[in-house]
């Protein structure tokens, strides 16, 4: 059975830190690139940080030099640390299935998506 149950979002001041947490079904986790995504109101989803399953990582550049991901394949679980938050990073924030080819990180999510984790932050 399919699961991604993102956790850790809040309200948080400008300049501030959250830690967003992903728990994933293993069928899922183990093998893939896994990235996060998040929408904002009015805006379509985007992806903003993947990770591959040997962990290398990659940003978009709203987020980078900020935002750094993570993975334990152990626990089936990958992590979010989003430090110097601004404004414009308030966003339900979602974890899914991503893809990393010749170099390029690109969605492609799953069809199921969980119920995502509320980042607002403040000015």
């Known amino acids: 059975q399919v699961q991604l149950v993102e956790s850790g979002g809040g309200l948080v001041q400008a300049g501030g830190s959250l830690r967003l947490s992903c728990a994933a079904s293993g069928s899922i986790f183990s093998s893939n690139t896994m990235g996060w995504y998040r929408q904002a109101p009015g805006k379509q989803r985007e992806l903003v940080a993947g990770i591959s399953s040997g962990g290398n990582t990659k940003y978009t550049d709203s987020v980078k030099g900020r935002f750094s991901i993570s993975r334990d394949n152990a626990k089936n679980t990958m992590y979010l640390q989003m430090n110097s938050l601004k404004p414009e990073d308030t966003a339900v924030y979602y974890c899914?299935?991503?893809?990393?080819?010749?170099?390029?990180?690109?969605?492609?999510?799953?069809?199921?998506w969980g119920q995502g984790t509320q980042v607002t932050v403040s000015s």
């Open positions: 899914n299935r991503a893809l990393w080819t010749m170099g390029v990180l690109i969605p492609l999510a799953l069809d199921y």
